[in-house]
C-alpha cells in the first residue's frame, strides 16, 4: 500500500511539472523585433499565433537618444530631457591673475629670493618691527647707523615676504588651473560621448567609470590639500601683516600690497569652495548616470500585449526628440499575422439542389348536366431546384500565396420555385482567392416539398374534387453551390 502511494505521488508530481513547464512555454511571448539600423521587420514567430497567445515588440538598434518611441499612438519612453549635469565651471581665476600680478615691491631691491614660495621664511622674520624701532640712539653716528641698518633690514624682510606672497598666491592659481583642467577633462570625455550618441547610428562605447571614479577622489584629495595649505598660508601672512603692521602702514605700496594679498586669499578660498562644490557626490553621480543612461540607449521592449482577434494592426513611431530637430521621423504599420490563414466570412451562394415539388394536374371530366367526374396526372416537372442561400464559411487556406483553401459550410436559403420555401444548408467546398473569393460547396439540403397525398390514387376516378392532392413533407436531399465571398 506504501509502495502504491509513494508511486502514485511521483506520477503525480511529474504530471504536474510537465504540466507546468508546458504551459510555461505556451505562455512564452512571440518575438516581433523592429531593427532600426537595417530598417526590418520579423514577423516570422508570429505567423502561428492563436487568440490569448501573447506578443511582444522589441524596437532594436535604436538610438532611444535621439528618438521617443510609441506603438499604437500610446507614448511608452521617458520622454524627459537628458539635460547635461552642472559639473564643474567658470571659477574666473583670470580675475584673481590679475589682482595678484598687481602686488608690487617697494622701492627698494630685493636679491634674496626664497626656493619654495610655499614655505615663508618665518624664522628671519620673528624679530618684531615694534621693538626695533623704538631702540634709541645713544650717540652720534653709531646710533644712527644701527637704526638704518634696522629700517633697512624691515623694509628687506616686508618686501621680501610680500614677494614671496605674490609667488605663492600665484602658485596657488596655477595649481587651482591645473585641477580645473582636470574636472574639465573629465567632462569633456563624457560631453563627447554624449554628442557621440546624438548621431543616428551610434554604437555603445567602452567609458571606464572605475577610472573617473578614480579621477574624481584624487580631484576631491587636491582640492583638499590645496585648502589646508592656503588656510595656513593666510593665517601666517595674517600673523605677519598684524606684526608689521606699523611698518606696512607707512608705506601706501606695502599697504596696498598687504590689502590685495588678503584679498586673494579670501577670494581663491571661496574659488576652491565652489571648485569642490563642482565635484560633489550629487554631482558626480549625475554626470557619471547620464553615461550609462547612454551606453544602455539602444534597446527599447514593450510589455507583452495578449492577441485577442484574427488580425492585429500595431502603429509604430519613432519620434525625434525636441533636442534633435534633424533626425527624420518614422512611422510604420505592422499587421500580422499576414496573411490570415483562417476565415470566417458569410457570403451569397446560387444552388441547385435535388429536392423539388411534385405537380399535379386535375382533369374534370363531364357526364351530365350535373355530374362531373375528376381524374389526376402527374406532371413532368423535373427532378431540381435552384435558389439563393446565404452561407455562413468557416475554413483555412492551405498554400502560402493564401489563394486556395477550404471550409466547412451553414446556412439557409430559398427556392426560386413557383412555390418560394425556405431551405437548411450544410456541407463543406472550397475557395479560390485572397479576399475577393469564389466558393464552390456542396452538401446536404432539407426542407418541405410537396408531395401526392396518401388518400389520392392517381389510378381512381373521383366523383368530387377533393381539397388538396398535395401536402408538403419534410425531405432532404443534395445541393451544390456557387458563389462569391470577401473576406476583410
Known amino acids: 500500500m506504501k509502495t502504491f502511494t ?5 506520477i503525480l508530481l511529474i504530471f504536474t511539472l510537465t504540466g507546468n513547464l508546458i504551459a510555461q512555454t505556451q505562455n512564452k511571448p512571440y518575438k516581433i523585433t523592429f531593427d532600426y539600423k537595417h530598417k526590418t521587420i520579423c514577423l516570422k514567430k508570429v505567423k502561428d499565433i492563436k487568440e490569448g497567445d ?60 626664497n626656493p619654495n614660495p610655499l614655505s615663508l621664511p618665518w ?36 618686501d621680501s615676504v610680500q614677494k614671496q606672497e605674490k609667488e605663492t598666491l600665484s602658485l596657488y592659481v596655477h595649481k587651482i588651473k591645473q585641477i580645473t583642467f582636470n574636472i574639465d577633462s573629465l567632462k569633456f570625455k563624457v560631453d563627447k560621448l554624449r554628442l557621440d550618441s546624438q548621431k543616428e547610428n551610434y554604437t555603445s562605447q567602452k567609458f571606464s567609470f572605475d577610472q573617473a571614479l578614480v579621477t574624481i577622489e584624487n ?22 601683516s598684524t606684526a608689521y603692521k606699523p611698518v606696512i602702514k607707512k608705506d601706501s605700496i606695502w599697504s596696498s600690497n598687504d590689502m590685495t594679498i588678503k584679498d586673494s586669499y579670501a577670494k581663491l578660498l571661496t574659488t576652491l569652495s ?47 526628440r525636441k533636442e534633435t530637430p ?95 420555401k425556405p431551405r437548411v444548408l450544410f456541407g463543406g467546398g472550397l475557395s479560390i482567392g485572397k479576399k475577393h473569393m469564389l466558393a464552390v460547396d456542396i452538401g446536404g439540403i432539407f426542407g418541405y416539398v410537396d408531395r401526392l397525398s396518401n388518400t389520392i390514387d392517381l389510378t381512381k376516378t373521383y366523383l368530387e374534387k377533393p381539397g388538396n392532392i398535395t401536402v408538403s413533407r419534410l425531405k432532404i436531399g443534395g445541393f451544390i453551390s456557387v458563389g462569391y465571398i470577401f473576406q476583410f
Open 274 to 320: 565652489g571648485v569642490f562644490t563642482s565635484v560633489s557626490a550629487d554631482k558626480a553621480n549625475d554626470l557619471l548616470s547620464s553615461v550609462v543612461y547612454i551606453n544602455n540607449n539602444n534597446k527599447f521592449t514593450f510589455f507583452p500585449i495578449q492577441f485577442m482577434g484574427e488580425q492585429v494592426k500595431l502603429n509604430l513611431s519613432l519620434i525625434p
Open 54 to 113: 501573447w506578443y511582444q515588440v522589441i524596437v532594436d538598434s535604436i538610438n532611444l537618444n535621439l528618438y521617443k518611441v510609441s506603438l499604437t499612438h500610446i507614448d511608452t519612453t521617458l520622454s524627459k530631457k537628458q539635460q547635461t549635469p552642472t559639473f564643474g565651471g567658470n571659477f574666473n581665476l583670470d580675475a584673481l591673475s590679475k589682482l595678484i600680478a598687481g602686488i608690487s615691491p617697494s622701492s627698494t631691491e630685493i636679491t634674496q629670493e
Open 6 to 10: 509513494k508511486s502514485s505521488f511521483l
Open 326 to 420: 534633424t533626425a527624420p521621423e518614422f512611422h510604420s504599420q505592422i499587421i500580422f499575422p499576414l496573411p490570415i490563414k483562417k476565415y470566417t466570412v458569410v457570403g451569397i451562394s446560387f444552388y441547385g439542389s435535388t429536392l423539388h415539388d411534385e405537380a399535379y394536374s386535375t382533369i374534370k371530366t363531364k357526364i351530365n348536366d350535373s355530374t362531373y367526374q375528376y381524374n389526376f396526372i402527374k406532371e413532368i416537372s423535373g427532378t431540381k431546384e435552384i435558389g439563393i442561400a446565404a452561407l455562413l464559411r468557416y475554413g483555412r487556406k492551405w498554400t502560402s500565396k493564401n489563394n486556395f483553401g477550404g471550409h466547412i459550410s451553414i446556412g439557409a436559403g430559398i427556392s426560386m420555385s413557383n412555390k418560394i
Open 123 to 158: 624664522d628671519y622674520l620673528k624679530q618684531k618691527p615694534t621693538k626695533i624701532m623704538s631702540i634709541k640712539t645713544t650717540g652720534g653716528t653709531t646710533s644712527t647707523q644701527q637704526e638704518t641698518d634696522r629700517s633697512q633690514s624691515i623694509r628687506h624682510t616686508v
Open 219 to 240: 580631484i576631491r584629495k587636491n582640492i583638499a590639500d590645496l585648502t589646508s595649505s592656503m588656510t595656513t598660508s593666510k593665517t601666517s601672512y595674517k600673523d605677519f
